[in-house]
């Protein structure tokens, strides 16, 4: 282990790879003309000479240009930068449906004026999956399907369902609408049935769909029928069953320059609960409130100072542009709860949310993202509940084709009024080779070291990475955290811009160095979609 930190150590000044600034431009003027051109997953040459290409682009709608229109805010006869043009590139490649983008200012043979072309290739938005588990004597089937640019326009439909031998099943439908009517309105519907009940979701959202944007507003409505677990030694030991109902909704307003934004707003939050007794071997040690309202209303505000942006490759994607940006942000929200708990009385608490991001290259190929994140509430000057949340990336492009890599998180939660909140650690949450929800308490630790290699194998547009990783975890209650489990192991990133955009299929081999409940330090393996932490926190 110490050798294994060493050399990581002494790699990162060796990160002498230059990264792709995105500078002023040198070009700017008054808009003439828009000119979009969007292509199909594969080339109808290519196509013609593939078989699997010519089916791929036969089970994908090729996104229609009224979509990335819609994207644009600046209109013709407008002064347009190259500043301009770098944020709208970025901006498309955050709508996850592009394997390559391209925007750029030409000129058009008269002085002072240019014009904007936006040229586009898709991905392959259709995903469809599933599997079998057998895990402690019960057996599971999962499967999903969904598509991320229906009929081109950019709206998402997915469903998934999942079940198990012990009679517990999952089945969600989620469609989101890109543009609600034409407009920068974002609209989404959820509905999911389970063993424990129904839940529902809608929520219509304008968000700052630019640097300059002067507003954003929107709500999010919801019921949902869960049940809590709580977890000892990775098996369920008690269960809460959870009825309750929420809605949130905020309006911002936007000013500054664009690398130096500010924005303030309203919050609005209401919810209810009305929870079961707790059921379980261990039930009797889960404090369940009786039911409960509350009502929240406050100012909220967010600054961002932003450095620059950086283009990258080989970070979190292997093929893929990675859009990076540097600089700090830092939001705050303060106001009052309203919270009458049955049988307990109604009270006004003072609350408090807060978070900061900074991101930076302190060195040419370094780069580091660090993050602090929390929330408190107040009863008669008393603390009775809070969450804090400190974590740490920092990466180092030794070369084109490797990167090393490294994460820290720590949480830590305290919930003295409403239902107990406990943190756990596993193979679901970053610390491979140990069951999901091996580790459970009110603290929590988690490191992981990565070599990422990207081998520049490629075959029917996959791409090949390798990685080697070290994860090491703790967990505790209240100041303690307990003896740290650790892990070993490599693993394969499978990548196509193509097919995935900027996701990557990730295939890890574990070995845990600790015994965990009689199951010994023999190797797992886990299949998932993504890497286990990514540059932005």
């Not at 391209?102 to 991905?123: C, H, M, W, Y």
């Not at 580790?439 to 194998?457: A, I, V």
């Amino acid at each position: 282990m110490r050798s294994l930190v060493l050399v990581w150590l002494l790699a990162l000044p060796a990160a002498v790879l230059a990264q792709e600034q995105v500078r002023p431009g040198t070009r700017s003027g008054r808009l003439r003309d828009v000119r979009i051109s969007t292509s199909d997953v594969f080339s109808d040459e290519y196509a013609t000479e593939h078989l699997l290409a010519a089916a791929v682009n036969a089970l994908h709608w090729t996104t229609r240009e009224q979509v990335i229109a819609r994207e644009i805010w600046f209109e013709r006869g407008s002064i347009v930068t190259a500043e301009d043009t770098a944020e709208l590139e970025r901006n498309l490649r955050a709508l996850n449906l592009f394997a390559d983008v391209s925007v750029r200012l030409a000129p058009t043979g008269n002085d002072g004026e240019v014009d904007l072309e936006v040229t586009t290739r898709d991905r392959l938005t259709l995903s469809f999956g599933g599997g079998g588990s057998y895990l402690g004597g019960v057996t599971g089937v999962r499967f999903a399907l969904g598509e991320s640019n229906l009929f081109g326009q950019g709206d998402a439909l997915g469903a998934s369902f999942f079940e198990n031998s012990d009679g517990e099943y999952r089945g969600t439908l989620v469609y989101t609408d890109l543009h609600v009517l034409d407009t920068w309105h974002t609209g989404s519907v959820r509905y999911s049935r389970t063993d424990d009940g129904d839940s529902l979701g809608l929520s219509l959202r304008r968000p700052f769909k630019h640097l300059t944007d002067p507003r954003s507003y929107g709500f999010d409505a919801n019921h949902d029928e869960v049940g809590v677990d709580y977890y000892r030694d990775g098996e369920s030991v008690a269960n809460v069953h959870d009825i309750g109902d929420g809605f949130d909704a905020n309006l911002l307003w936007g000013d500054g320059p664009p690398d130096r934004r500010r924005t303030a707003g309203i919050v609005l939050a209401l919810d209810a609960h009305d929870y079961d007794p707790a059921t379980g071997p261990a039930a009797a040690e889960i404090r369940v409130p009786s039911d409960t309202q509350s009502a929240f209303l406050g100012p909220t505000a967010r600054w961002r100072w932003i450095d620059g942006y950086r283009k990258v490759e080989g970070l979190d994607t292997i093929d893929y542009i990675q859009d990076l940006t540097l600089g700090l942000d830092v939001g705050a929200t303060l106001g009052v709860r309203w919270r009458d708990e049955q049988g307990a009385g109604a009270d006004l608490e003072p609350e408090l949310r807060a978070d900061v991001s900074w991101a930076t290259e302190p060195l040419t190929g370094v780069f580091t993202n660090l993050g602090a994140s929390g929330s408190m509430r107040l009863r008669d000057r008393d603390f009775v509940g809070w969450y804090g949340s400190l974590a740490g990336r920092a990466y180092a492009q030794v070369d084109s084709a490797n990167t090393l890599a490294a994460s820290v998180v720590f949480d830590a939660v305290e919930e003295k009024e409403g239902l107990p909140v406990e943190l756990t650690l596993g193979e679901d949450n970053g610390l491979r080779g140990y069951p999901a929800h091996a580790f459970s308490g009110t603290r929590r630790l988690r490191t992981n070291l990565e070599d990422r290699l990207d081998t520049g194998l490629e075959f029917a547009t996959l791409r090949l990475g390798l990685v080697a990783f070290f994860d090491t975890g703790w967990t505790g209650r209240d100041e303690f955290l307990g003896a740290p489990s650790s892990s070993v192991g490599f693993g394969l990133r499978i990548a196509t811009k193509k097919l995935l955009g900027a996701g990557v299929v990730r295939i890890d081999f574990a070995k845990p160095l600790e015994s965990f409940d009689g199951e010994g330090t023999g190797w797992k393996v886990s299949v998932s979609s993504g890497q286990v932490f990514g540059f932005g926190l």
